[in-house]
């Protein structure tokens, strides 16, 4: 689960992450309110920060500096509502919902730091640079060298010297190898307090404040691992659903996995790995899936039912391709769910259903005597084959 | 021959009063496994269908010598119920359960990889854990500790591993098609913290005098699959046919597994196809080549 950078930071806050001062704004007055405060308090600049979920924003024009109350509304005013495109929020961009207004800062130099499950060393891994501000992941590609990276010991979690050892990577000597420390101790801390899966601060800033310089988190990002929110009802509060895709909304309701994607051709298939090597075949085949949808490994025809109607509402829909290797799935069971929801919502577009498994030949049955127009395949290649075409309109 | 698990194994299931670990303790009896009871905290000394309940796994070692245990139990206790399953001297763990949270995981990593090594310079065996959120083990017509359809299979020498569960049953079932049977097949799961990886059962396929080929069963993130096919590359006797999942999935998007993301160059299909080519595998352009490729790895 992600949450916004406002959130991040009040969670920041809380565990002794050094971070900015700021308000989150859901309108320009607010957004106003919340600028004229750090004015008062003797801030020169404030920034006005787009809070969507995806990476990129600055590039994208959702991050601006405002050096007086009124061009900070301003800003706002022409932030908010704005449709973002990034890189990761995919073509269709993101909508601007909510603002971060917050403290301007003087920036020395810019790092980048981040905490993460790290499945090679299967324990918690920390990387960094000296350059903030620019994508890690083109950097790992380009510059492996320009990357610190480091697990830290369960047994031990972070010490001095792993803050020894980031500082003077960074170039910042002896002077702030106790800040460094306390970023990843805190760091650390957070993850375990709050089951995160992934820590980024990128830029991590030197700023100055008079004469002294130190360390602060200019940005926030945090993901929590799906399977430990359950643990902490108060982080469930901060999901935000705007930021996801109304059919993965719809599907997590019925615990179904689903993820939309561009093509035309809806896939339903049970198990994870099968779902996305069965959107590889339709590839193969010259399709391209509308979906990625896993109905799991103990379905009930309700949920297959409501995961068919999700694919038959999807107006890219083209063709439909069902494919299920029963095991604890029963293929009766996947078959009652399909003529149950194509009752509720006329199947309008051509279905292959490919069923292989326990109860296979009931299922086949089902499928046949219930006056739906289906065609049938005995293999996912011919499944693969026959949606493709069906789509095509041949 | 098989690995790990066979007609010797005596078998218990944590949670084994649940409803899914009920019925697929029935389903694992029905095949034929030794699974004589099971662990429910609070309901020690009754019986659900001719199992026997104990309050521990402690009790249950002592009453029947329990070796192996298949782990039901919910995502929020079941590491718990892991680390006491090793403890009370039970050498392998079948965890079933999905959605654990991953940093009780590392936590159980941890302790395995410490009492591994110490076990090791003991001259002890292992201990080891398969999963969580997977299938489970099957040595065909011996012992099925899992959730998988057991009619699918028919003992053979192909060796099976895999990340996912229901590729794993194309897998099987492509290979049964075919006349063939397997020797053993392991679901290692989705998560991005497990117990046993790929090298670990190419490792004991390749030590198997039973298993004479192995067909391995990857999909997107992390970089397990490239490390499996150096490993490979360097000691692997037999012939490896392999499939990676997700040459069409999105980057940054999580695949249902939690395992199953790709993240900035790495963990791409393509790059875990070319590491196994390289190696000298041979990959299925498709799932639905799985057997086909075996055939042509054999020959």
């Known amino acids: 689960m992600k949450i916004h950078e406002h959130q991040a930071k009040e969670l920041f806050r809380e565990t002794g992450i050094p971070t900015t001062i700021g308000k989150v704004a859901f309108s320009v007055d607010e957004a106003r309110k919340a600028a004229q405060e750090l004015f008062d308090k003797g ?137 460094c420390a306390l970023f990843l101790q805190k760091i650390y801390e957070f993850f375990w307090k ?131 290797f029963g095991g604890i799935m029963k293929c009766d069971v996947i078959a009652e769910g399909i003529i149950s929801a194509s009752k509720e919502i006329q199947l309008h577009v051509p279905l292959v259903v490919r069923l292989e498994g326990t109860n296979v030949d009931l299922g086949r049955k089902m499928l046949e005597t219930s006056g739906l127009k289906i065609h049938t395949a005995v293999t996912m290649a011919e499944g693969a084959e026959k949606v493709v075409k069906a789509m095509k309109g041949n | 021959m098989s690995v790990l698990v066979g007609k010797e194994s005596i078998v218990i299931t944590q949670g084994i009063t649940g409803k899914a670990g009920l019925f697929h303790s029935q389903q694992c009896r029905d095949y034929g496994t030794k699974l004589v009871g099971g662990v429910t905290p609070g309901k020690g000394g009754q019986k659900v269908d001719n199992f026997h309940v104990w309050d521990s796994c402690a009790e249950a070692v002592a009453a029947v010598g329990a070796n192996v245990s298949m782990v039901f139990v919910p995502p929020a206790a079941a590491a718990d119920s892991i680390l006491e399953a090793f403890e009370s001297g039970i050498p392998l763990v079948v965890a079933i359960t999905e959605g654990i949270p991953v940093l009780d995981m590392m936590r159980v990593k941890k302790y395995l990889d410490l009492k591994n090594y110490e076990l090791s310079r003991e001259g002890k065996s292992q201990l080891r854990l398969i999963g969580p959120n997977c299938p489970g083990i099957i040595t065909p017509g011996a012992a099925k500790i899992g959730i998988m359809p057991g009619y699918i299979h028919r003992p053979g020498s192909v060796g099976i591993v895999s990340r996912s569960g229901t590729l794993t049953y194309e897998a099987v079932h492509q290979v049964t098609q075919m006349g063939m049977g397997q020797s053993t097949c392991i679901g290692i799961g989705g998560d991005p913290i497990q117990g046993m990886n790929f090298i670990d059962a190419l490792e004991l396929f390749n030590n198997d005098p039973g298993t004479e080929s192995v067909i391995m069963i990857g999909e997107i993130g992390g ?66 080549d799985m057997g086909t490729a075996l055939k042509q790895a054999l020959r």
């Open chain 2, 223 to 288: 970089s397990a699959e490239e490390e499996a096919a150096a490993w490979i590359q360097k000691n692997m006797k037999k012939p490896v046919a392999g499939f990676i999942a997700g040459v069409t999935a999105p980057p940054g998007r999580r695949m249902g597994h939690a395992g199953a993301i790709i993240s900035g160059g790495g963990g791409t299909a393509s790059s875990k196809i070319e590491a196994l080519i390289a190696a000298g595998a041979t990959v299925a352009k498709t799932p639905a």
């Open chain 1, 43 to 179: 801030n020169s600049v404030v920034v006005v920060k787009a809070q969507i979920h995806a990476g990129g924003r600055g590039k994208a024009g959702g991050v601006k500096l405002a050096r007086s109350v009124d061009e900070a509304a301003k800003l706002a005013g022409e932030i908010l509502g704005k449709v973002l495109v990034t890189p990761q929020t995919g073509p269709q961009g993101q909508e601007v919902r909510r603002l971060w207004i917050e403290s301007g800062s003087k920036i020395e130099k810019e790092f980048y730091l981040s905490m993460l499950v790290d499945r090679k060393t299967q324990a918690l891994s920390v990387l960094a640079a000296a350059e903030g501000g620019m994508d890690i992941e083109e950097l790992a590609h380009s510059h492996p060298e320009k990357i610190l990276s480091f697990s830290i010991s369960l047994v031990s979690g972070p010490k001095t010297f792993h803050g020894r050892n980031l500082s003077h990577f960074l170039g910042l000597g002896e002077a702030h190898v106790a800040e």
């Open chain 1, 194 to 324: 709050t089951d995160a899966s992934m820590v980024e601060i990128n830029p991590l800033a030197l700023v100055s404040e008079g004469a002294t310089k130190k360390l602060l988190a200019l940005d926030a990002k945090v993901t929590f691992d799906d399977n430990g929110v359950f643990r902490h009802p108060k982080l469930k509060e901060l999901f935000d659903p705007t930021e996801v895709d109304a059919k993965e909304l719809e599907a997590a309701k019925y615990d179904l996995n689903f993820i939309a994607l561009d093509g035309s051709i809806g896939c339903m298939v049970n198990g994870a790995g099968l779902a996305m090597a069965t959107m590889d075949i339709v590839k193969t085949y010259g399709g391209e899936p509308a979906n990625f949808l896993d109905v799991g490994g103990g379905a009930t025809a309700e949920k297959v039912r409501e995961a068919f109607k999700i694919i038959l509402k999807d107006p890219k829909v083209k063709a439909i391709f069902v494919n299920i």
